[in-house]
């Protein structure tokens, strides 16, 4: 469906006649390949089934209340976590209608991974191969965020902690997926801000005990996002668009498919180099553009640059995939602030 969505902005983009021109000289001299893109390549993990999340979490997406209920309550939770309303009947006909969604949650916590079995082959990788839905696991997680805010609202905050914190480990476990999407790495990163959050304000009960809050601040630093998660998301996505958006056209002038990749390459080593710059020293992933074309060219216009600029499709194509991720990392910061902050409560 992206693909198709890319597509179709392209061609609305460029009038008929340009679209046509550029497909002659698309179809012109033939070259071999010569682009080395192995660091891109993923190592095959067996993994098994009593062992990855995955499972659980699709057990807990088929034994879901129904979709009126979910329709009915689900607009009613967020004031919740919000902390601007508490309706102790809500909460409790919600947690029983999702109790058996969430026992497989709470068994998806205890698992050593979190691995979606379509990306377990990276030759396999592209836009074209099924991606199964994480929607379900979103709701689950306010779900369970809600769980841990109503053992706190009925005097065990022990148990809320508790809560959070599985909540927090089952989002580092979609984040550090060894071959995930970025979809499953945002799903994750959902799921862990819900958990740090309950903690933080959980954290804050008289009633907890001095104990139980060292103890959860010792073991927070286990739930850091290490970054090797979010280098296999940008290698899954490299691949993604060189198997199933890139076309497959012999060299021409106007689209050179070895300097097209070496682009894609650059924009992931990026976004890979990002990971390890420490979030005190701000470090854009903004691409270099490349496109010579620009909004409102005439058709005439667009015909000359593509006969003047070499590799003036592909730097178009690459420009069209290759937005910065800004946002994804001052996100990834914050996650990293409030985890010190929680680390930070145990010495109080």
Known sequence: MFKKIILFLIALALTPGFFFGAYLLLRTEEVKKGVDDSRMNL?????????????????????MPSAETRIRTNSRITPHLQHEEWDDSFVTATLTA????????????????YQDPNFKNHENISFKMPIHSLAHHRELSRISALQAYAYAQAGH??????????????????????????????????????GLDAILHIAKTPSLSVEKLRQVSSLIDE????????????????????????????????????ETLRYLLEAADLRIARIATPCTQFASTTPVKRSPFVEGDTEAELLEKTKRVPNSLGKMLVDTVTTDVDALYYKRCEEEASINAIAALGNF
Do not use: C
């Open 98 to 113: 999702y109790q058996t969604s969430l026992e497989h949650v709470h068994l998806a916590a205890t698992r050593n991974v």
């Open 43 to 63: 190592y095959s993990h067996i993994i098994f089934e009593p062992e990855n999340a995955f499972h659980d979490l699709l057990r807990a997406s088929s034994t």
């Open 157 to 194: 905050p022990d148990q809320g902690l508790d809560e959070a914190l599985r909540l927090v480990r089952l989002g580092k476990l979609l984040e550090e997926s060894p071959q995930g999407s970025l979809l499953i790495y945002l799903t994750g990163m959902t799921s862990k801000r819900l």
């Open 223 to 258: 739930y850091r996002d290490t970054g090797k998660g979010l280098e296999a998301v940008w290698k899954v996505e490299y691949l993604q668009f060189k198997n199933g958006f890139l076309p497959d056209n012999p060299a021409s002038f106007a689209y050179n498919p070895d």
